[in-house]
């Protein structure tokens, strides 16, 4: 039961953290906060924006030892890929049913993509453990090495419709 509230309070959380870092940089002048925040509006840089809430919210987990056990590292390697991922799908789904894309969209959209990410999350995390040590290097390079991606393309766009602002 623990377990399903603080995954209930992360989908929360990844929301609140995913908005606050989506106006971080634009309202700092900290070059900084580039690497974490969104640089622009286009769906890439909410993609990386999504992906560093859930960064935010792994290290809360791990601090507090909340829900700690040998599937930990894979529940959140699966869930952070299905958390980026979702976006543009939702993102692109909403635009086309409506659109339009607005602030109430936007929230929305997240915290779909959260709840999805968090009940993937919490469905691994409750499965039999599976643990090994070589799993869970896998699983936390993967989570790593989505990031350095998502960094790496914030800083080199390509000119494709998913990194123009818009």
């Known amino acids: 039961m623990k377990l399903i509230k603080m995954e209930r309070i992360g989908t929360i959380l990844i929301v609140l953290f995913t908005l606050i870092l989506s106006n971080l940089y634009l309202s700092t002048d900290m070059g900084l906060f580039r ?6 509006a286009s769906v890439m840089e909410q993609m990386k924006v999504i992906y560093f809430s859930l960064i935010f919210f792994i290290i809360i987990e791990m601090l507090f030892k909340v829900q700690y056990n040998d599937n930990f590292f894979y529940a959140k390697a699966i869930s952070s890929y299905i958390l ?5 799908m939702l993102f692109y789904t909403f635009k086309n049913m409506f659109g339009v894309m607005n ?8 915290f779909l993509a959260a709840l999805l990410c968090q009940s993937f999350s919490c469905k691994i995390l409750l499965d039999e453990q599976i643990g090994t040590l070589k799993g869970k290097l ?4 993967s989570i ?3 990031g350095i991606i998502l960094v790496y393309f914030s800083y080199n766009p390509l000119s494709t419709p998913i990194f123009m602002a818009g």
Request: hydrophobic share 75%; aromatic share 12%.
């Open 144 to 146: 790593l090495l989505l």
């Open 84 to 88: 980026v991922f979702s976006v543009p």
């Open 138 to 141: 896998i699983s936390i390079l």
């Open 35 to 40: 690497v974490v925040g969104a640089n622009n």
């Open 103 to 110: 602030m109430f969209m936007y929230i929305l959209l997240i």
